[in-house]
Every structure is written in C-alpha cells, then in structure tokens.
T-cell receptor, first 115, second 112 residues
C-alpha cells in the first residue's frame, strides 16, 4: 500500500501564481489534514476534513483553500502565492476505529518555495 | 496560543544513554497523546501513543509517561542509538474537533 501520496514533491512559484497541492490516501480513512512545517514553528494545521463532505479551518488557514474531492483525495490550493507561504507542506490521514483513537499517517511532504 | 509545547528545541545525548524528551499541554480535555519521529526530507512517522487512562506505555526502547495533574508527558529512549537522531514531535488529539495539535519539535542528536 502507498499510504498517503502527495504531489508534487518540490515546487517553485513566483509571487502571485496559483497552484494546487494534491493528496491521496488508500487506507479508507475518514479524516484528512494539511499541515505546514516551518523552522521553530513545528507542524501547524492549515485545514482539515474530519469526514468526506466537511472541511474546517485550522490554525493558519489564511491564503489557502481546500477541497475534499472524495474520501481518498484532499487538495490544498494557493490562489495567489506569497513568500510567507514558503514552507514544507504535509498531508495526513487518520480514522477513528470503533471509537478508539488512532494515529495519523503522513505523506512525504511538498517543499514549496515562493520567490 | 500554543496548546502543546516542547520547550527544548534540541537535545544531545551519548549513544547508549537515556534520552528524555518533554512535552507540556494546556487543555485538560485532551485524552490521547502521540509522539512522532521525523527524519530530514521525510514525513513524520508515528512512534508511540498513550491514552489519558494510563500513565505509562512502553514499546521496546521507547516509553511514554503521562502526568495528567501536571499536564506533562515525556518520551524516554533507552538505550539511545545514532539512528534515533531526528526531530521528535509531541501531539495531542482534540476529540472535540477531530484534529491533532502538534508541538514545535525537539531535535535529538545521539552522539556515537
């Protein structure tokens, strides 16, 4: 199984350009998440989707939009990229099995540079 | 406001000795905690977890301790190995909103 797959792995954008980061999971998980990792800031939640058909803002949603396309796929869109969005982006998925807590599984990350 | 805090950005330990990584949280409603390990250019990988109904969980060389009254958890690695050198993230599961809240991470360096 591939687990959580993110594309692309690397991207350079010019300020003002738009792009969509793709994420797909093959574990039949209900919940999906987008985090960004910045030095000294840890993993900060951008948006998440607790279940198919729902999305919610996390800590740092400004400048981003998301789409839960189906149960497998959760995309993150930057409409007008800014240098402050230079970061490493991680997609993750998880599930609640029979009401018990479980861990989140992460993709390999997308390293985005906005110049 | 940071709900999950890792106050030590870095830690160096000799190979074979114990590594202790600490984490504090502010929300007493958190009831499930996790530790993740992250190598450069890779995604975080799950290491060990603990439910709030326990105060200790052990998995091989890794043990997590939870002190609910102090809102504190720690990860012990014994014995430490050079391959343990990585960034470790503490996380809490917010069961009210179905999301994981991560700390800022501690970079562990195990010296051979």
């Amino acid at each position: 199984n591939a687990g959580v797959t993110q594309t692309p792995k690397f991207q350079v954008l010019k300020t003002g350009q738009s792009m969509t980061l793709q994420c797909a999971q093959d574990m039949n998980h209900n919940s999906m998440y987008w985090y960004r990792q910045d030095p000294g800031m840890g993993l900060r939640l951008i948006y998440y989707s607790a279940s198919e058909g729902t999305t919610d803002k996390g800590e740092v949603p400004n400048g981003y939009n998301v789409s839960r396309l189906n149960k497998r796929e959760f995309s993150l869109r930057l409409e007008s990229a800014a240098p402050s969005q230079t970061s490493v982006y991680f997609c993750a998925s998880s599930d609640l099995y029979r009401g018990m807590n479980t861990e989140a599984f992460f993709g390999q990350g997308t390293r985005l540079t906005v110049v | 406001d940071q709900q999950v805090k890792q106050n030590s950005p870095s830690l160096s330990v000799q190979e074979g000795r114990i590594s202790i990584l600490n984490c504090d949280y502010t929300n007493s409603m958190f009831d499930y905690f996790l530790w993740y390990k992250k190598y450069p250019a890779e995604g975080p990988t799950f290491l060990i977890s603990i439910s709030s109904i326990k105060d200790k969980n052990e998995d091989g060389r890794f043990t997590v301790f939870l002190n609910k009254s102090a809102k504190h958890l720690s990860l012990h690695i014994v014995p430490s190995q050079p391959g343990d050198s990585a960034v470790y993230f503490c996380a809490a599961w917010d069961s009210g909103t179905y999301k994981y809240i991560f700390g800022t991470g501690t970079r562990l360096k195990v010296l051979a």
